[in-house]
């Protein structure tokens, strides 16, 4: 079992106190020159390091105090040559006569940095010469952590290029070949702590199933228990491994920073040597950091020219290895590569670079059998960033990339994995964000095809994702085909694919996503009528589909769309011709009308009853007479049929009486019609000032200022004069009930509407009319208890509008002058 940490901290304080203690007699040897004596307390200094309690943490920090003190030893030990007290030939025999070989080997390797810098002998044959003495020491933390202090004495006195330690021109191979034995060696150091661990946890399992053979049931707990301590131990040591990971590292990044690793070397020789060691390893811990180190430290243009060499090592990894997060290191890092210059980029083209990637990564996952579709997917989202980053104008590409992933999906089967759903959101999103244009991504013939592996939730938040993305850059969708296929991905707004799950959906969440899809719809253009038309089409046959609860939210966007089309086509008539969709008022007229029937079918009736009125101001406008008067038709229908409701019908007949009023296309008996049916549903409605408001209202359908034939005074007269009535009666039920002052504010607002015929010149409005009014209601203000302030401040102003007109003076004065307030 490993110790726990008290015991730790109690080693550890021991080892310090042991290196302090030996250190302070080695000191005095220092300052006296005495050199055996130096030789004596060091060996018994480094010894502390002997010990195999410690953790690697707590490890380091004893080797670190050992480290410090042997550069004060190397010093002395420089001094000493120099002095010419001892050769260094002398002093490198004489330090192995050390009784231990652990504080042997780290003061032949500290002598040895001396030997090496007096340049008495090639720096390649004492460096093969530390490099193979090493191998004596084959405990893990010990042979690691000597081998760390080996390198990095060294790491200054490679005979390099450029380097003062530089021999023949096969020196630097000598160098390469150090670091590489040294990082080999440390590598089976690292790796065998795991598997000593793994060996105790295999043998406590056959302790286990013996013990079970031999029916000793009362034991089978005990030994479990055992066998989870072992479980734990084997956690801790992989702990300790990654602590220790750095040592190994070190060794690559040397590697690097040698001036004689060029692109040929690291091509033939470094490159080479290290994947054969990560591979044959076969520990994953090891396989993943080396891997990544790889990456790390050697530059992005020896990955690119070495790309295939690379990549073929990931198959031959365990199946425990993270390679997904590796292999999106690498494209990460040549992504960034190809973007740093546009130089770079033929590169990439010359040497295949997608194409190896994309085959490594198959033969990645057909290798690793079990690997989750999360970890697929994550790679390729990974190639098609990086697809987008380097070859963005390569469609063909992006969508080899989509291909590939929507193999990987198991049959038509949904993925259940929220981890892998959140990849392939990742996935489609990926070129809405490259192109800031849904319409590249309808290219991509694969693009739907991975939307139809989620589930009908993240389907619903994909298609929010593009809406937004099409809204953001205000993208415009010109045909009829890419509407169709925009609407098929986003489909899971526009109709209830699984109906058990419609309880479920949040009130606010459902109007957001359809008042999404209605904003969408007026992305939808093109300036050719017969295409635009084609489009129209197409968005009906996919909104008729969405149920009671969506075409409430996204029908008008469509009218208006098509309304829109039938003023662009203002003048024109026309037929279908053979099988072509001719684009004519007429033809948009027959879809709106069908439109507005699918509404009322979900029991719409006042937007109906608006779209109704709309349509006939849009016929109007296209001086057509019939289909004007068809759309009053239907929307009077509609009224007295649908629109129950009380507040409902005061507000649909003042948005009749508001809109007959704007029409100019009617004849006398058609316009007659229209207008009797309005004034009589006026006069029908519910309460009495409804009744009184919505009449006086209709007197405007008898005096339009811009109509030269619209101008029947009597008429006029007869609606106000009927308001009056009804305002009346209004105050007599109010008497009678002891209401409140409204019919009051009925005078008030009737007489403004005569004022109003009065200024236009209506000859059936005279001052005398007026005044009999104003006499009214002063009359009715004084003898009311109850007087509506309000009602009070809206006569004193009318009768201040009055007395204005009258100082004008001229013809407007004596127009007014008669009048007495």
């Not at 020196?171 to 000593?196: G, P, Y």
């Not at 989509?402 to 070129?431: H, N, R, W, Y």
């Not at 008429?715 to 209004?730: P, S, T």
Request: glycine letters at 4%; charged letters at 25%; aromatic letters at 8%.
């Amino acid at each position: 079992m490993l110790p726990d940490t008290e015991d730790e901290e109690k080693w550890l304080a021991e080892g310090i106190a042991g290196v302090q203690h030996n250190a302070f007699y080695m000191h005095r040897a220092l300052d006296s020159n005495d050199l055996k004596d130096v030789l004596r307390y060091s060996v018994q200094m480094l010894s502390e390091l002997r010990t195999s309690l410690l953790s690697p943490h707590k490890y380091y920090e004893l080797y670190m105090r050992a480290f410090d003190e042997l550069r004060k030893v190397e010093m002395f030990f420089r001094e000493e040559i120099s002095r010419g007290n001892i050769s260094v030939m002398e002093l490198y025999e004489l330090v192995q006569h050390a009784g231990n070989i652990l504080p042997r080997l780290y003061l032949l390797c500290t002598v040895g940095s001396v030997y090496i810098k007096s340049k008495e002998a090639p720096a390649k044959d004492v460096l093969k010469d530390l490099v193979e003495m090493c191998l004596g020491i084959q405990h893990s933390v010990h042979g690691l952590f000597l081998r760390s202090y080996l390198c990095q004495i060294s790491r200054d006195k490679l005979p390099d290029i450029g380097s003062e330690y530089e021999g023949d021109a096969e020196t630097v191979n000598d160098a390469i070949e150090f670091v590489l034995q040294n990082f080999t060696e440390m590598n089976k150091l690292w790796v065998r702590m795991q598997h000593q661990t793994a060996a105790l946890v295999s043998h406590a399992g056959i302790i286990v199933i013996l013990k079970l053979l031999g029916d000793l049931v009362l034991r089978l707990e005990f030994e479990l228990s055992g066998l989870q301590g072992l479980t734990r131990e084997k956690d801790k040591r992989e702990k300790e491994r990654s602590q220790l990971r750095d040592l190994i590292g070190k060794n690559l990044h040397i590697l690097s920073q040698i001036e004689g690793v060029d692109l040929d070397v690291y091509k033939e020789t470094v490159l080479p040597r290290v994947l054969e060691q990560v591979v044959n390893c076969k520990d994953d811990v090891a396989q993943h950091y080396l891997m990544d180190c790889i990456i790390q430290v050697f530059p992005d243009e020896y990955h690119l020219q070495t790309l295939e060499t690379l990549l073929s090592a990931f198959p031959q990894l365990q199946p425990s290895v993270d390679i997904k997060t590796v292999l999106s290191q690498l494209m990460d890092r040549l992504s960034n590569y190809a973007t740093s210059s546009t130089e770079v980029l033929p590169e990439f083209l010359q040497v295949e670079a997608f194409g190896k990637l994309s085959n490594a990564i198959g033969k990645v996952i057909e290798a690793q059998a079990y690997m989750p579709i999360v970890g697929a997917i994550t790679l390729y989202v990974s190639l098609l960033t990086f697809t987008l980053r380097v070859h963005p104008d390569r469609l063909d590409y992006v969508d080899q990339v989509l291909g590939a992933c929507v193999k990987k999906f198991p049959g038509k089967a949904k993925l259940e994995d929220s981890k892998a759903t959140k990849q392939i959101v990742a996935l489609m999103s990926a070129p809405l964000e490259k192109y800031n244009d849904i319409v590249t991504a309808l290219k991509l013939p694969n693009y739907p095809h991975v939307m139809d592996h989620l589930d009908n939730g993240t389907k619903k938040v994909m298609a929010v994702v593009i809406i937004q993305s099409i809204m953001k850059n205000t993208t415009c969708i010109s045909t009829a085909d890419k509407v169709e296929a925009l609407f098929e991905l986003i489909k899971g707004l526009m109709k209830d694919v699984d109906e058990t799950q419609d309880d479920e959906i949040d009130e606010e969440d459902f109007k957001e996503e359809q008042n999404s899809v209605a904003r969408l719809i007026h992305m939808l253009h093109n300036d050719d009528p017969e295409e635009m038309l084609k489009i129209i089409y197409t968005v009906r046959k996919y909104i008729v589909l969405g149920g009671p609860k969506r075409l409430p939210f996204t029908v008008p966007s469509l009218m208006f769309s098509a309304l829109k089309l039938v003023r662009q086509l203002q003048g024109q008539d026309g037929e279908a011709v053979g099988e072509q969709v001719s684009a004519t008022p007429k033809k948009i007229f027959q879809i709106l009308h069908q439109t507005i029937e699918d509404l009322l079918s979900v029991s719409s009736p006042e937007l109906a009853l608006r779209l109704y009125l709309q349509c006939a101001e849009a016929a109007n406008d296209c001086d057509l007479e019939p289909i004007a008067y068809e759309f009053f038709t239907q929307a009077f229908v509609l009224y007295e049929e649908e629109v129950a409701d009380s507040k409902a019908q005061v507000t649909a007949i003042h948005l009749i009486t508001g809109t007959l009023q704007r029409m100019n296309i009617f004849g006398v008996e058609n316009r007659d019609t229209l207008t009797h049916k309005a004034t009589g549903y006026s006069a029908k409605l519910l309460k009495k000032p409804d009744q009184c408001r919505a009449v006086y209202a209709c007197s405007h359908l008898f005096w339009v200022d811009d109509q030269d034939g619209v101008k029947d005074g009597e008429r006029v007269l007869l609606c106000l004069k009927r308001a009056l009535r009804i305002a009346n009666a209004a105050q007599q039920m109010a008497n009678a009930t002891r209401g409140s002052g409204d019919p009051v504010m009925l005078f008030i607002e009737i007489l403004n509407k005569y004022l109003y015929f009065f200024e236009k010149g209506n000859p059936q409005i005279t001052s005398s009319i007026l005044q009999g009014l104003i006499e009214l209601i002063k009359t009715e203000t004084q003898s009311d208890t109850s007087s509506d302030p309000s009602a009070d401040s809206f006569f004193a102003s009318t009768l201040r509008y009055i007395e204005f007109q009258k100082q004008k003076g001229g013809a407007t004065g004596e127009k007014y002058e008669p009048i007495k307030t």
